[in-house]
């Protein structure tokens, strides 16, 4: 059994007082980070969760509400937890350099200090299936700002399939990609069309059919779709919210 928990559940802006995006995975052998936002090392604090319980951070693309709390969770499980077992840290292509170039600019150098446990870096290519820690995952390119290198995934913790759609506006191969899931977290920023490179709950509903998914959730949610919960045509995704599988 696998079970998921949403640490942050907001846009890139804090939208209805919630965190940034950031999702637990707790399998059998360990747990995953799913992208993780400045607010991270907070929302994990707030809900008890003890960071020596993350194996590996996997990040969808290079915007700060999703790869900006990795920081501050190295020097944390360096200074706070003494940490000594492995931290994989995957994502898309220069996840390395991006992350020292962040640490540095914060003022945390990664280079700097001795580390009591290996930071292992692991770059993730669509379509190329990769074990990371205590999952397989299969990545996708998705349809957001080029320059931050998106994309989805989908993730196999033992039996269950967990699909994450990153940041990402509507592209025809969305549910194909995400197809077979008993899971799918999909972003939901706006209401209404209006931003290509994000998702709403108009176009979502008119493609609702295309899923095959058991259940779908939506998460980054802005402000309209913040005061839209629980009144609206999906499931929606709070802060802390924990899903079994
Ligand atoms: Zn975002
Ligand atoms: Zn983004």
Known sequence: ?????????????????RRQSALLVRASHGGLLLDCGTTTASGLAALGIERD??????????????????????????????????????????????????????????????????????ELLPDH??????????????????????????????????????DTGWFDDLPRRVGGADLFVCECTYNTPGFEFHLNHQTLVA???????????????GSEMSARRGNCDFETADDGLTIRL
Do not use: N
């Not at 492995?86 to 350099?97: F, K, Q």
């Not at 540095?104 to 700097?112: H, L, S, V």
């Open 53 to 122: 319980e993350i194996d590996a951070i996997l990040i969808s693309h290079f915007h700060g509400d999703h790869f900006g709390g990795i920081p501050a969770l190295l020097l944390a499980a360096l200074y706070e937890d003494e940490r000594r077992k492995p931290l994989r840290v995957a994502g898309p292509h220069g996840i390395e350099r991006r992350v020292h170039q962040l640490a540095a600019a914060m003022g945390y150098a990664i280079e700097e200090r001795e580390w009591s446990f290996p930071i292992e870096f692991l």
């Open 129 to 166: 299936p990769t074990e990371i820690g205590p999952v397989k995952v299969h990545s996708f390119e998705t349809r957001h700002q080029p320059h931050t290198h998106p994309h989805g995934m989908l993730v196999t913790a033992g039996r269950q399939r967990i699909g994450y759609s990153g």
């Open 207 to 221: 493609h609702k059919p295309e899923f095959d998914c058991g259940r779908i959730i939506l998460t980054h949610l």
């Open 1 to 17: 059994m696998s079970e998921v928990v949403f640490i942050g559940t907001s846009d890139a802006f804090g939208a209805g007082g």
